[in-house]
DNA sequence: GTCTATATTAAGATAGAC
DNA sequence: GTCTATCTTAATATAGAC
């Protein structure tokens, strides 16, 4: 559909410390928050040079979104129907944590978005992450039916998991107050705090 | 410390119209992203009658902040240490989810604020709330000592409690989307999920 | 207290030299 | 491809009339 113009070394490179600049800006202060001064800045680059590379502001953001809408739906999609339900699903909330540990910016990224009423978003959310989503709802339902999950609401579940595995990355400041003096790694006690409730609100 | 001049009856409501219309444009923009046009179109108020009342549009977002902190630990602060344990707990996740319900602007006003860094919050929150949530982590302790309680790791579990309640509000635009095509409300279901959630999760 | 007009700076974007 | 200079609009804030 698209043409597919090769690209440089020097432009690839230039591209990814553009976006790898913005992500760490937009997912701060959001769309309208971010100015294309801070990300020249944060990037080392001019800022008509930003615009060489790409056409506006908003195509930075587009770009990043887009890209995140392609990796963020893969913990989800790798719940396996044949697994073992229980342990299907602690391994997808281990995956969502890790995640927040290794990309807290994508989360906020995300996070910045709905919080903005998702212009972006809203279409592509109705699309294919709507239909995954009813499709791992319907497998959960199966599971508690079978006597194989504890019975729970599964679409409340699947937003327990959401909410717990981000708050990590999204309220990271928050955390490291509250977790005391030097914040050791947050992450492990996270994860074995998380194994245990969900174990025991889904075991039979 | 202030003098404190005493302010009229249509000071009171003007006040009162700026620091709603802001409200609503912060929680949803955040400091930076949010101009003081769209509060003064919000509003209903020209832009220089709001810096009649406000002397800047930090001093607006400021106010807000500080309103917010003042009511925004009242769940917190109500927890009974002479009560039964598991239902304080339960009570208090149903009283932040009603405040996700019922404030859910003021649930943004914070997510963005956080999500920004904090700059106002940082020493506030290494105050009081600080003091507070030390308390209360205390109190989960000993409860589970006691054996009235099942073993978690209560900083976790009272992180877990705001993620969940606070997520209905903050997230509230992509909830509705996944909840399918007419959006019925999603406390009560909300209120039931969770109220199993941290029963099986807390019963000894 | 509220308004119109305006000063001043910041921000997105472009022109054109190199 | 990158830079300096600059255009244009938007945004915070002020002045001063009413």
Redesign the interface.
């Known amino acids: 559909m698209n043409e597919t113009p090769p690209l440089s070394r020097i432009q690839k490179k230039n591209r990814r410390a553009i976006l790898d600049a913005a992500l760490d800006v937009f ?8 100015t294309l001064d801070q990300i020249a800045q944060t990037s080392g680059l001019s800022k008509p040079n930003l615009l060489y590379y790409f056409p506006t502001k908003e195509d930075i953001h587009t770009t990043l979104l887009d890209e995140l809408m392609q990796d963020w739906q893969d913990p989800m999609r790798a719940i396996d129907p044949e697994g073992e339900p229980l342990e299907e699903i602690l391994d997808y909330v281990q995956r969502k944590l890790e995640m927040s540990r290794d990309f807290p910016r994508e989360s ?1 990224l995300f ?2 978005e ?5 212009p972006q978003f ?1 279409d592509a ?2 699309g294919g992450p ?1 239909h995954l ?1 009813d499709e791992k709802v319907a497998l959960f339902q199966t599971w508690m039916d079978q006597g194989k999950l ?1 019975q ?2 599964p ?6 998991i ?3 595995t981000q ?2 990355a ?2 990271e ?3 490291r ?3 005391g003096p030097e914040g050791k790694d947050p992450y492990p ?2 994860g ?2 998380l194994r ?2 969900f174990t ?2 889904l075991t039979p």
């Open positions: 997912s701060q202060y959001g769309f309208r928050g971010t906020r996070a910045n709905i919080l903005q009423g998702a809203l959310l109705k709507r989503f504890a729970v609401h679409q409340h579940l699947i937003f327990s959401w909410s717990l708050h990590y999204d309220f400041v928050q955390i107050i509250y977790l006690e996270a074995k705090f245990t409730l025991r609100m």
